[in-house]
């Protein structure tokens, strides 16, 4: 047992009260948050084995990034801006171009971005879409979820099975050498199934296990005849994976909802539930929004994803229907990062510019969506997502002494407006320091990002996509590809 005495910053507690505290002390013993207040309210630091000077810091909960996909580290940006070609090259890489060292760099890669960003947590679905899933072998899921625990933070990792015809097939490489294997729905669920069995709870139960099924859009319905064999096992699948998730009590999320295909999850599969987190979620209906609330079923905001370029979510609707609704950054590919502070504001300005606004989500509640309400929808709210005594210890200090953070006052929108994930400086979870002063502590920074580069070539290699690296024309001097 060791404690921790941060003192002098200016806490920003995500409490009930939303308590800011200047001159703020934080105590951690262990894994655990012991004392919040003013300095003036807390017990002199004699019996602290480390004192830590947050003097010119906010000090916050740990940032929570609610979607995002484990593989697009190490494709950011194949094929630039051409949407098609980018998700075959992600079908090629998961399926039949990645090896077990791909996945445990690019774990590592995507967990260390997080961690230089804030982001104490992280939902990551294994794969591409909703229709992409690694799910033929549970070693590939082992390599991740031991590549995340190495370096410290607290990790969602979704499993489940791919979109239907099955069987689907996937390759396995060894060397240079590789067999293509025929998989089976079942065969993914036993796979689910076993990575449920050895990783949900590892790493002191910072690594978790949800369940990932594919969302059933009008698109897919339209050529199936209503009784037929072939929406009959679509429809089964749904609830399949939807019935492990429950019985395992696990969380249970789904990507890509629009137009209709969060009332038929409702009507037609009943899959929804506070236990659900439905990402995107764009272009929803009155009556959708409506069985969101009812269901306590919990929506994830990607304002930065393609997805919200062609339809919008409706965050202040569902938020005024007491819906809980978070963000998620669908890092990090194609075009964007991790970086939980540029989703806040990109939210903000988002929601603002459809309503000519600028009332529209106001700050405290973006910074909500990534601490307090994302540990809500998450299940983890008793333990994260706010500075209170009794949680686990995780926390980040942002460095405020910066030329755009200056000056000090008013620090709910500096670290809401102004604030970048360069700006972190420390992040702690579980009560261990994994980053001080912006020095990685846990793990090999410079050697984490060495083999995902080479990873990522060789993965380009045996994927025979490396074209897709050419800038294409019409990138300069127009105003359209």
């Not at 940032?63 to 630039?80: N, R």
């Not at 030329?403 to 929108?413: A, E, R, V």
Request: glycine share 8%.
């Amino acid at each position: 047992m060791s404690t921790l005495r941060i003192e002098g910053g200016t806490l920003i507690s995500m409490d009930p009260q939303r308590r800011i505290i200047d001159d703020g002390v934080v105590v951690i013993d262990d894994d655990r948050i012991v004392a919040v207040g003013a300095r003036h309210e807390v017990a002199a630091a004699a019996d602290a084995d480390t004192l830590m000077d947050a003097r010119g810091m906010a000090v916050l909960p740990g940032l929570i990034d609610c979607h995002a996909h484990a593989g697009h580290g190490l494709v950011k940006s194949l094929g630039a801006d051409d949407g098609e070609a980018w998700y075959q090259a992600c079908e090629t890489f998961y399926t039949r171009a990645s090896n077990e060292d791909f996945w445990a760099a690019e774990a590592s890669l995507a967990s260390l971005e997080r961690l230089k960003f804030g982001v104490t947590c992280g939902v990551s679905l294994f794969g591409g879409g909703d229709s992409i899933l690694r799910t033929d072998d549970p070693v590939f899921a082992a390599r991740h979820c031991d590549a995340v625990g190495k370096v410290g933070i607290r990790s969602v990792l979704a499993i489940g099975p791919c979109r239907p015809p099955f069987p689907r097939r996937f390759l396995r490489w060894q060397g240079q050498q590789s067999h293509a294997t025929d998989i089976s729905f079942d065969d993914q669920l036993a796979t689910c199934i076993s990575v449920i069995e050895q990783y949900h709870g590892a790493s002191d139960a910072r690594i978790q296990i949800c369940i990932v099924s594919p969302t059933i859009r009008r698109e897919h319905l339209d050529d199936l005849q209503p009784g037929s064999s072939q929406l009959h096992e679509l429809q089964a699948q749904a609830r399949a994976a939807r019935d492990l998730s429950r019985r395992h009590g696990l969380l249970f999320t789904q990507d890509g909802h629009t137009r209709g295909s969060v009332q038929y999850a409702h009507e037609e599969l009943d899959i929804l539930g506070p236990d659900a987190l439905l990402s995107h979620s764009t272009e929803l209906s009155e009556a959708e929004i409506t069985i969101c609330a009812e269901s306590n079923t919990r929506i994830v905001h990607n304002p930065s994803a393609i997805a919200s370029i062609r339809g919008r979510c409706p965050v202040p609707e569902l938020l005024d229907a007491g819906v809980t609704v978070v963000l998620g950054s669908d890092a990090t590919a194609p075009d964007r990062s991790g970086d939980m502070f540029r989703h806040m504001q990109q939210c903000m300005h988002y929601h603002r510019r459809h309503f000519r606004d600028p009332g529209v989500i106001p700050p405290g509640k973006a910074l909500e969506m990534v601490t307090i309400d994302a540990a809500e929808a998450l299940g983890m709210k008793h333990d994260i997502g706010s500075l209170e005594v009794g949680k686990k210890a995780d926390i980040i200090l942002v460095d405020l002494c910066k030329p755009h953070l200056i000056p000090l006052h008013m620090p709910l929108y500096r670290i809401a407006y102004f604030a970048n994930g360069s700006d972190v400086d420390t992040v702690i979870v579980d009560g261990r320091v994994l980053m001080r002063a912006r020095k990685v502590l846990s793990v090999d920074e410079q050697e984490i990002m060495q083999r995902a580069h080479t990873e990522a070539e060789r993965a380009l290699e045996r994927a025979d996509l490396k074209h897709l690296l050419n800038m294409p024309d019409g990138v300069w001097g127009r105003s359209h590809y």
